[in-house]
C-alpha cells in the first residue's frame, strides 16, 4: 500500500513516518508513505500556497493551483482508492474506516490548514473528508499521522503477530482484556491466578468476561453498536 501526504508542514510528519513501526513497513516494503510538500506546486513567486477569502472573511484559504497541480501529478502516475481531506467537519475516523483503508492500494491525504481551503477543492477532486474527533487542531498533519498509523498497522505482515491487529481494542466493539507479564507478583501486586492456570479454556473465558466487563463500564456505547 502507498500513502501520499500533501502539507505545508512537512517536517511535522518526517519524523512519525522514519520511526517504529511505519519505517519498519516500509523497510520490510509492505507500504510507502511519500511526503509533499505543497509549496513546490505553487506557481506563486513567493511560494504562497494561500490567498484572502472572497466575501472579506477573517483568516487565508488555501488555493486551488498548487492543491490541484500535486494532485495532478500524482494522479499521473498511479490510480488512487481516495483522496483523502482532514477537516474537523468531515465524517469522524474510527476502526472501521481503518479497516476499510488498509485495503486499499494508494491513498491521498491532503492535510487541511489556514481558515480551509477553496471549496472548489473539496468539490471537486476530493472523495472523502475525514475528521479524528470533536476538537479543532491546528492543522491536518496530525490527523494525517493519527490515520496513516491505524491505518498501515493492519497491513498483514505490519505487525510481527498478526493476532495482535484482530484481537485489538474495538476491532470486535469490545475493549480488551488486561495484559500482564512477568513477575507473577510484584511488590504485593499479584497476576490474576487463572492466567498462571496454563488451562487455556478458562484463560479464553476469563479474558471474554473482562473485556465486557471493562466495555459495560467504560464504554456501553460501544455494546450498543453490536
Ligand atoms: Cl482532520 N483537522 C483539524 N484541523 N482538526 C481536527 C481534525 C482534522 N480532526 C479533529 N480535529
Known sequence: MRID???????????????????????????????????????????????????????????????????????????????????????????PMANELSLKR?????????????????EHLITKEVSIGDYVLTGGELAAAVMSDAIVRLV????????????????????AAPVYTRPAEYKGWKVPEVLLSGHEAKIKEWELAQSLERTQRLRPDLLEKK
Do not use: W
Not at 513546490?40 to 497541480?69: E, N, S, W
Not at 498483514?156 to 475493549?175: H, I, M
Open 156 to 175: 498483514p505482515g505490519v505487525l510481527s503477530d498478526e493476532q495482535s491487529a484482530l484481537s485489538d481494542s474495538f476491532q470486535d466493539n469490545l475493549l
Open 106 to 122: 494508494n491513498l491521498i491525504i491532503l492535510c487541511g490548514h489556514y481558515k480551509g481551503i477553496d471549496y472548489r477543492i473539496r
Open 5 to 95: 501526504i500533501i502539507t505545508v508542514l512537512p517536517e511535522m510528519l518526517d519524523g512519525f513516518v522514519n520511526t517504529s513501526i511505519l519505517a519498519r513497513a516500509q523497510k520490510k516494503g509492505l507500504v510507502e508513505i511519500h511526503v509533499h510538500n505543497l509549496r513546490d506546486y505553487t506557481l506563486d513567486k513567493h511560494r504562497r500556497v494561500d490567498d484572502y477569502p472572497f466575501g472579506g472573511f477573517a483568516g487565508m484559504v488555501m488555493a486551488c493551483q498548487p492543491i490541484d497541480a500535486c494532485i495532478s501529478a500524482l494522479k499521473a502516475e498511479r490510480e488512487y482508492d481516495e483522496v483523502i481531506f482532514t477537516t474537523p467537519d468531515g465524517e469522524q475516523f474510527d476502526q
